[in-house]
């Protein structure tokens, strides 16, 4: 009964969005307990709905997801498109960590935004917005409803980034910085997604439909030409480079922390990032139809993850460097998607079980470290809006020695980093092992598996690299010396703040063990051996031994351990210790590697660059022709019936003669021409 009402997820912070923008400054908080209400109920119904799915007959032998819609309008031609929703594994997920991350922000913004007055109506507002947005795309039942909700995404995170454009704390300079970065964001991801409407323009034309159950029949697949298919995916791929920000669409999301720190949790942790995650993840029956499309997947992740773990290495600002990781991690995940991907096309050439076993196990990797991930990058944004919240600044040189002053913050951020650092039995360690594993495994087929080596390498020394910066970040806020900031710190932040974190801390540590209690069961997609449908969940998991003997008797298991300790302990002897000076490895900064690493490998010159030689090229071109063409034909034809009649009017004299005249001579030209129309025709 809870199912039927999942259309309701999105909506009521859509309503609650209404609600503060017209009286929220006469609710309490200008609108915040509003949104949290809203957000609450969210979290409540989508927990009831994917317990009724868990529990039902769709999830426990039938078709393995629940699907409804009404018809929302009719292109001549026999193209119908639907509203509704769709309830799968995938969804299930989603949902969980989604609605729940976002509750918590919203509560942590109570104290994070308590200094804002009445601009935190606009505030809660957007992120209500923002919001359903996020749910509204994890629940849609076809393309085009993803992609409006996509584009909700898109908007709020530009009124979002930009929230302090008009003013900021810190002054012009930071509110033009704002503003800077909210089109930055807006334009990139512009281009994305223009990738993925293209996309959808094929499926429409090869399809007939976007619904996600007619576009993943087996036999519609098998129907349509395998070359649109591919120019489909790739289209649609483009859209998640741009959305999550893979390569080379990566620069957008570190400037995005121009914004609240609450707004860049959501971004990171929530939906808007991982959007693009999701949308290959959901439309893997689409992508596992050609394994040259899954490897050109896998090697954007891999080059996405240590480009952006490079970045990470030598940058000052706390929110950056969490960004920068969040760039890496989600190349982790798409890493994984490919190269289960890779096998699962393969495998279903070759009509091989076991292979196509192990491109489910890619998928799941993925899609696992998405959710542990959701976790652990939510508490580290919001442990840093704490510091900040605290200190006045993100400059980590003028930090250190903030664990005495900020005992619960320091301890959460603790956790967080040795998670994603893939510290043992923390969540990262699984999830990241898992995806670590499944492309090693890729490297073993086909005629291209040996690129997916390469790729492994670049995980594994990503691996190395998130430790180390990770806890360089640890080391430089919470441990050593006091630092200015330090010194002039107001201590631990308010409680609306640290219960968050500490609820956030235990998902950071305890995620991961749900794959060892059927979480791999509702998340893996197994595609039917008769019929070929593919479905997301239906108990085909592992149990918990084959996952701690597939771990443990791994040796690359214990080369990443190796690495992340090592790179946990240079960090404690460069930042805590002080053993070790950083500066020997990069001659005090002026090292040219440190410099293509402060300048994120000129990757911001090279869109500069691009934009003024194409974008204000193209500009120039389009001025030209509005001014020359249709301005020049506007004025042109203006200009003849001006000069027209300022010749006509020469001709009212008033004088009779004159007209006689002039009808006389028309008379005669009249004549003239129609003796040359009858000589030419051949005579009467």
Partial sequence: MFIEYT??????????????????KKTPKEGGLIAIIGALVSFVLSVLVVYEFLTGPAYNGGIGYVTDAVTWFTIPGGFTLTLGYYVDGLTCVMLMFSSLISLLIFIYSIGYMHDQGKRNRRYFAEVSLFLAGMLGLIISNNYLMTFVFWEVMGLCSYLLIGFWSFRHPEG??????????????????????????????????????????SLFEPSAIAAVDSNLIILATLLLFGGAIGKSAQFPLQDWLPDAMAGPTTVSALIHAATMVKAGVYLVARSYPLFVQSADVMLLVGLIGGITAILAASMALNNMNIKKVLAFSTISQLGYMIMALGAGGYMMAIGMQENNPALIAAGAAGYTAGVFHMFNHAFFKALL???????????????????GGLGKKMKWTSITMLIGSLSIAGFPFFSGFWSKDLVLES????????????????????????????????????????????????????????????????????????????????????????????????????????????????????????????LALLGIYIAYLMYSKFSVNPGRFNKEGQSRLYNALEK????????????????YGIGKGVDYFDRNVVDGTVNGLSSAVVGSGESAKYVQTGNVGNYASIVMIGVAAVFVVALVFIYFMGGM
């Fill in 172 to 213: 012009d300079v930071a509110s033009d910085k704002a503003a800077s970065a909210a089109k930055k964001a807006f334009i990139v991801t512009r281009l994305g997604d223009v990738s993925f409407m293209a996309g959808l323009f094929v499926l429409l034309y090869a399809f007939q439909s976007l619904d996600y159950v």
């Fill in 439 to 562: 492309v090693m495994k890729a490297s073993e087929f086909g005629p291209e598996g040996y690129i997916f080596a390469i790729i492994w390498v670049l995980g594994v020394v990503t691996a190395f690299m998130t430790a180390f910066y990770m806890f360089r970040m640890w080391y430089m806020t919470f441990g050593g010396p006091k630092g200015h900031a330090t010194e002039h710190s107001h201590g631990e932040s308010p409680a609306s703040m640290t219960i968050p974190l500490m609820l956030l801390a235990i998902f950071a540590f305890g995620s991961g063990f749900l794959i060892l209690f059927g979480l791999d069961g509702i998340i893996t997609i197994s595609p039917d051996a008769i019929t070929g449908a593919f479905t997301v969940g239906m108990h085909d998991g592992h149990g918990a031994a084959h996952f701690i003997e597939e771990l443990f008797t791994n040796p690359y298991t214990y080369l990443t351990i190796v």
């Fill in 600 to 615: 994120r490998w000129w990757f911001p010159q090279l869109y500069d660059w691009i934009s003024w030689k194409f974008g």
């Fill in 7 to 24: 259309w309701l997820i999105p909506v009521i912070p859509l309503i609650f969005f209404v609600i503060i923008g017209l009286i929220g």
């Fill in 381 to 399: 944004f919001m442990g840093s809006g704490s510091v900040i919240h605290s200190c006045g600044t993100e400059d980590m040189r003028e930090m």
